[in-house]
T-cell receptor, first 113, second 113 residues
Framework: NAGVTQTPKFQVLKTGQSMTLQCAQD?????MSWYRQDPGMGLRLIHY???????DQGEVPNGYNVSRSTTEDFPLRLLSAAPSQTSVYFC????????????FGPGTRLTVT | AQSVTQPDIHITVSEGASLELRCNYS??????LFWYVQSPGQGLQLLLKYFSGDTLVQGIKGFEAEFKRSQSSFNLRKPSVHWSDAAEYFCAVGPSNTGKLIFGQGTTLQVKP
C-alpha cells in the first residue's frame, strides 16, 4: 500500500511551458485534492474532486486544470507556467468528502523561471 | 470568512522543555480541527484531530491538543520536546460537507540541545 504518490519530485519550467503533475492513490479514496504551499501562507487549496468525473475549484484555481477519470488518479495541469506558480505542490486524499482526515503525498517542488 | 491563525511563526524551545503551539480559528459552526506536522522535504503527517466529544485529544508522538470553543482555539501541547520534534506545524480547520481544509500559516519549531 503506497498511499499517495506524486511525480515528479522536482521540476524546473520556463515561463509559458506546460506540464502535468501526477498524483495517484491506492487506498480507493473518493476525495482528492491539490494544494500549493508558499512561505508564510500555509497550504492553499487549488482544486478538489469528490469522485471520478467530478471536480471543483478551491481558493486559488487560476492557471491550473484538473480532471478525474479514475478513482486512483488526479493530475494537475499547468497550461502556461508563470513564475507566480513557483511553489511546492501537495496532493491529498481522504476516504470520502465527509471524512476530513486527509493523507498527503510527498510533494512536488516546481520552479518556473 | 473561515480562517485559521497561528500567531507564532517561529518558536525555539530547549530539548526536554514543554511546548505549546497556538491556533485560533474563525468558523460559523462546530469545526473539524487538525494538527499536521511537516518535516523538512516531507509531506504532511496528521498528528491529531478533533471532530466532537472530549475536548482534550491525544495524538501521535506524545502530542495533545485542547479545543476551547469559548476562545476559538485549538492549541497543541507536548510536555517534553525531543530534538526530532523540530519541524513545521500546521493547524487546519475543515468545513463540513465539502472536504476542504483551511490551513494556518504554520509554526516552525526549533529545538535547542
Amino acid at each position: 500500500n503506497a498511499g499517495v504518490t506524486q511525480t515528479p519530485k522536482f521540476q524546473v519550467l520556463k515561463t509559458g511551458q506546460s506540464m502535468t503533475l501526477q498524483c495517484a492513490q491506492d487506498m480507493n479514496h473518493e476525495y482528492m485534492s491539490w494544494y500549493r504551499q508558499d512561505p508564510g501562507m500555509g497550504l492553499r487549496l487549488i482544486h478538489y474532486s469528490v469522485g471520478a468525473g467530478i471536480t471543483d475549484q478551491g481558493e486559488v484555481p487560476n492557471g491550473y486544470n484538473v480532471s478525474r477519470s479514475t478513482t486512483e488518479d488526479f493530475p494537475l495541469r499547468l497550461l502556461s507556467a508563470a513564475p507566480s506558480q513557483t511553489s511546492v505542490y501537495f496532493c491529498a486524499s481522504s476516504p470520502s468528502v465527509g471524512v476530513h482526515e486527509q493523507y498527503f503525498g510527498p510533494g512536488t517542488r516546481l520552479t518556473v523561471t | 470568512a473561515q480562517s485559521v491563525t497561528q500567531p507564532d511563526i517561529h518558536i525555539t524551545v530547549s530539548e526536554g522543555a514543554s511546548l505549546e503551539l497556538r491556533c485560533n480559528y474563525s468558523y460559523g459552526a462546530t469545526p473539524y480541527l487538525f494538527w499536521y506536522v511537516q518535516s523538512p522535504g516531507q509531506g504532511l503527517q496528521l498528528l491529531l484531530k478533533y471532530f466532537s466529544g472530549d475536548t482534550l485529544v491525544q495524538g501521535i508522538k506524545g502530542f495533545e491538543a485542547e479545543f476551547k470553543r469559548s476562545q476559538s482555539s485549538f492549541n497543541l501541547r507536548k510536555p517534553s520536546v525531543h530534538w526530532s520534534d523540530a519541524a513545521e506545524y500546521f493547524c487546519a480547520v475543515g468545513p463540513s460537507n465539502t472536504g476542504k481544509l483551511i490551513f494556518g500559516q504554520g509554526t516552525t519549531l526549533q529545538v535547542k540541545p
